[in-house]
DNA sequence: CATGAATGAGACTTCATTCAT
DNA sequence: CATGAATGAAGTCTCATTCAT
């Protein structure tokens, strides 16, 4: 696809306008206009607004989850250089499209249950990922042991998306910001 | 004012209907169906369905917050006790009131000027008071003191939130759960 | 009834709400208020809000006709003291009256079978007045008599009406608005 | 836009109805119904109810002032033939334009700040017209002197208006009934 | 007499979607 | 491929009126 197409520029206008202003609150057809193009066109590439919506959420997920599954695949690591990985890549996934996560965030609200399923089989398998991970931790003796894997893992990617707030970590210097979590995450904050 | 009159009633269906399904697919008519009352009716308690929606989040946040405040306040207890405290008393309202944190996670689909502005205010409040309580750790030496207060009261108060997931944690025992969360909090997970 | 019966506070409040913002843009509610007593009391002393509405209108039509015929059948006045007296009753009217008078003129508006015949009548009874007294000044000689006499009741009264402008007459001296209205009348504007 | 267009079957069915049952009880749907088109083919040509109204009003004054003004500057014309002209135009339109002239008659009822300046600008041109040509005619020894020029001309707009009542006058003769006020208006009723 | 909570019909308006061109 | 006029279902909100107290 080119970048040009209409239909990519449908897509950066979607994501734009449903980030600002939300699912309910964007209008196919300012859609289009942003986009340059008919209301009619938007149509001719999506069969509908919802499927619009969350098909750049659905890919959005994907497009991380790969490379989370790529990074986690590479045998040579410690379970804590994974960890590291694995938070470093969420906060550039934050930072590079900041837009579609402010979109997942919302999502929660446009309850479709097609894409509901789908998205819920993208969030295990994001936790399975990270679950399999501590495992290995646990077993090479780098993580304690006396917590269940899989709930440390919704612990952690928990805490690594709730604690994302715009309005406190600016993201300028990802890796300062991985730093800190990961060294929180593995120590605590005890004295 | 009784425990069903038609006012408690409407708040009521409203936070069931509005948790289920989300703002915008909630309509005022269901809202009316649900607690037996005449759509006009709604109208006759509140000003409109937006600020019904955000009068129960408000109120949701603000009684929260009181017990939050309350807590911080007693004096003898360490640090580390407040902050078990703190963890505890969002673990219960999680508990207890899980239809209106479900709301307040979709509010951010409603902007509405006025609202806005008190939400903020509240998670200011909250952060704050958080914060404090850190800062009070640090010097008495409970907390570490590399980390600045404000930055680590935000990943804490994320990481509650975040790590909130209804089918993983059944919060069927509030005490367990938040025994796990401190003792990651305050020691990491590294073994 | 007293001055300030319920009834009678209620018609006030009617008077000036409906002026100041004609009878679709005022609720019971509003009329109720500043009357200083409840909603529902407005319908122990009226039967609806459009009769509220066209009683008013009717009554006041009233009793500016009875002055007018009243005046009328004085007989020792000359047909061109009659027409002067019409004139003044008529801005009187509007002067005191002025917010009555806003009403009448929305009241075409707010049609309703009832009343509109009765307003009908009434405006026949006002013209065959007219009429009457213009006919004597013809068989008088004090009038032309090239013109029918209804014909010109009616372009009479609506000159009166018609150039009853707040925002030019101020009606602060009707006796000279009066004069200079029946100089036209009865001279014209020809050098 | 050919003749027979929605937009112009949904102004026409407007006109027609706004005429006959005032503003506030015409509907949307009516209109749409008696346009045969759907209630929201309304809001692609309109913006909203209200626009639609004071479109039309607006229109149909600028179309009279248009002409008003026309003969007003047609030099070799007396101040007598000018009012003359005036007159005759105005009961035209009173015979084409009927139901305009009824829903102008109407609009008081439903003010709109934004289309009130308009009228209230279209009705001062018009005075400021008159006027103009009343003062002409003083100059030129065709009117008389001692009334102002203003007050005149309010008067004069006022009694044409206001003695248009379409149960006395049939307008089935422009040219007979402009004589008529034409007469009065000059020498009045005097014998 | 008086109240005001409650009703429900109905108004205006929005907007995702379709389809003839 | 693309357009945009047209649709109509559905939503929010108003308000005259009623009636139990």
């Not at 490379?67 to 986690?72: M, P």
């Given at each position: ?137 646990q077993e090479g003796d780098e993580f304690v042991i006396n917590i269940e894997s899989e ?41």
């Open positions: 696809m080119e970048k040009n197409s209409k239909k990519e520029r449908l897509i950066q206008a979607a994501i734009k306008l449903f980030a600002k202003q939300g699912y309910h609150n964007t209008t196919v057809a300012e859609i289009a206009d942003e986009a340059g193009v008919a209301k009619g066109t938007v149509y001719w590439y999506f069969d509908s607004k919802e499927q619009l919506f969350w098909g750049i959420i659905v890919s959005g997920i994907e497009l991380l989850n790969e490379k989370l599954l790529r990074e986690a695949q590479i045998s040579n690591k410690t379970a804590i250089e994974k960890l590291e990985t694995i938070i470093r890549l969420h906060l550039d996934f934050f930072k590079e499209s900041k837009n579609i996560v402010k979109m997942i965030q919302d999502s929660s609200v446009t309850p479709d249950k097609h894409f509901n399923k789908k998205i819920h089989k993208l969030r295990k398998e994001s936790i399975d990922n990270l679950s399999k991970i501590i495992k290995e931790g709930e440390l893992a919704n612990f952690i990617l928990g805490s690594i998306g709730g604690s994302y707030n715009p309005s406190v970590y600016k993201l300028e210097d990802v890796e300062e910001t991985t730093d800190l979590i990961l060294k929180i995450m593995l120590s605590g904050i005890k004295a």
